[in-house]
């Protein structure tokens, strides 16, 4: 895994650069991402384009050795741009337009505005696609961030009423579809079908999937306008876009498809002061992150793309700015961060950023140097992480163990219609991946249809919509199978089956749900021992399956059938851990039940191990292994590598 980092050159005295680029080298950096969001200094007025400064950027970047990453400026079209083509912006779920003076205030439906994206990014290929030293091309920067990837502009009105004709092919079609013949919402024709935003009280859950759908597949065709450019202008480049954490607005596995690197940014303080966890966990892991944080996207993103290819580019250094709360990571985070990104198989890591600016809305974000030019504490970590990664060499791969199937789709409908507050599909997700690595498993996060062979066990968390490439694959496959809640309780319109949940799981589970209810905070029925409880989401089922897992009070929480188990109620940490552990031991899986704050990656023939907790942790007597980095007792921050002759 190399490293690198992102660097604004427009941002410094040009003086610098040079003396910028040898300490990138020195401290073991190797790449660099530059550009994207330099537009306005690439083209400062219509067609007049000022490349001077950024061929000497490049040129000052090339002489020390280092590979650059260019970035496409598309996420920040300048003043000039938005006040010749006013309509061009996006306009919120509210109608009230996107402004300018921040960033992303741009409509991906609007055509004039790709096609001047798809201009500015022909022009940059044109210029520096052959560079010897630029080797790949980062496509805009974070498609949705600031909530953006939905507009309800008049441009996305028109897309979307075209899009919805090639999808349903006629309006009775679609009115059929939705269901329009509730509460008298049936259309004449296309041309009457409306954004789902601005109704009296909720819109119909079939409208706002299509437009979810829609929405995506807009981010995905803007994406691809600009990338067949750089792919003909830049040849032998790769592709890349930068992801986010705990975001699922557009489809990752068909952007995936479009890139050749899917890279993504880790910001794991900023996400748990952000994201849904507890306040006991944002307290215990206030200055190290949730210790699934970064993994869960790593194997989620390694994912996306068909051959894995994955990378961080960017990587959290310091306190960022953007959090209700900014802590500093403790010392040590940022050298274990880097580290288990290459044991779950990045291409890279870069840090963002290289200098922390002292103006506008980031100075307060952390990076590998302070304002005043010295090294800020993450540096000497780099420096470490750096040498450490050269004497271990390669990272071998990960067998394959365990698959978590997620899809988007999934995460759109239980969003569009919780039933119960805050009851999400990606969030399920995270919970049983949760489970699953404290049992000290290592798992991959894949797509329905992305293939089962070789696993022993497969986990779909919560799946409502039930693609037929995972039908057939769960049809072959021998291993154990967990399925959970409301899986297969829609089809692909947002419609009950026929025949109930779970739809087309009915006969490989053995079983029908009858009814579903959803809980409120503290209505629940635990087991009899305590270790777990039926809470939030509880489905009453008939079949042939038989129970399992029961509570106290005589619910079922799981259900067996031949090798697959379902959960009746929703997959909560406690519930999912014991869940699991079954599933993991029928499936012959070893496991290793770890400390708090503890986890694993094997990769090829090593066990990394790294403790997230705040105090030192002892690496289970179980795990064998020669140790080669580290020791087995773990520091807070601390990590260790074993070395096994088997694997
Ligand atoms: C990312 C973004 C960067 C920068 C960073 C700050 O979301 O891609 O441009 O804003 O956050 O943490």
Known sequence: MRLGVCYYPEHWDEAIWAEDAARMAAAGLSLV????????????????????????????????????????????????????????????????????????????SHAGYRAEAVRIASA???????????????????????????????????????????????????NQAWGNVFWSMEYRAFA?????????????????????????????????AQAEVLRAASPGRTILHNA???????????????????????????FLDSFRFTPEDKLAYARAGHPDIAAFHHDLYRGCTADGRWAVLEQQPGPVNW??????????????????????????????RWRQFPRAQEQNHAGLLRPDHAPAPALAEVVQAAEEIAAL???????????????????????????????SALWAAFDCYTALRRLGLDVDIV????????????????????????????????????????????????????????????????LTVARVESLPPGLEHPAADGRWAIARWYEEVEGEARPELTSADGRVAVWRHQRRRYLATWPTPALAGAVLERAARDAGLATTPLPEGVRLRRAGNRTFAFNYAAEPRELPASLAGRVVLGERRLPPAGLCVLEHDDA
């Open 323 to 352: 959090a209700a709360h900014n802590p500093a990571p403790l010392p040590g985070m940022v050298r274990l961060w880097t580290l288990e990104a290459m044991a779950h198989g990045a291409e890279f890591t870069a840090y963002f």
């Open 33 to 108: 991402r530059i550009g994207e969001f330099a537009w306005g200094r690439i083209e400062p007025a219509p067609g007049q384009f000022d490349w001077g400064w950024l061929d000497r950027a490049v040129e000052s970047l090339h002489r020390a050795g280092l590979k650059i990453i260019m970035g496409t400026p598309s996420a920040t079209p300048p003043k000039w741009l938005v006040d010749r083509m006013p309509d061009m912006v996006a306009l919120d779920a509210e109608g009230r337009p996107r402004g300018f003076g921040s960033r992303r205030h741009y409509c991906f």
């Open 244 to 270: 986010m954490g705990f975001f699922a607005e557009y489809d990752h596995h068909a952007l995936g498809a479009e890139v050749d690197v899917l890279g993504w940014d880790s910001y794991p303080l900023g």
């Open 393 to 423: 060499g390669p990272a071998g791969a990960s067998p394959r163990r365990v698959a978590l199937v997620f899809d988007y789709p999934a995460e759109w409908v239980t969003t569009i219609q919780p039933q119960g507050k805050g009851l």
């Open 192 to 224: 009457e079908v409306e954004l789902p935003n601005l109704t009296v009280t909720e819109t119909n859950p079939a409208h706002w999937l299509d437009f979810r759908r829609f929405s995506s597949d807009q981010v995905v065709a803007f994406h691809r």
């Open 124 to 174: 940059m290929a044109t210029r520096y696609g052959h560079h010897p030293a630029v080797e790949g091309w980062q496509v805009d920067n974070e498609y949705g961030c600031h909530d953006t990837v939905q507009s309800f502009s008049p441009a996305a009105r028109e897309a979307f009423r075209t899009w919805l004709a090639a999808r349903h092919g006629s309006i009775v079609a679609l």
């Open 447 to 510: 797509a329905p249809g992305a293939g089962l062979a070789g696993y022993a066990l497969c986990v779909v968390p919560c799946l409502p919509v039930v693609p037929e490439a995972l039908m057939a694959e769960l049809a072959q496959f021998a291993g154990e199978v967990v399925v959970g809640p409301r899986s297969g309780s829609r089809d692909a319109d947002f419609a009950i089956p026929e025949g109930l949940a779970p739809g087309p799981l009915r006969d490989l589970l053995g």
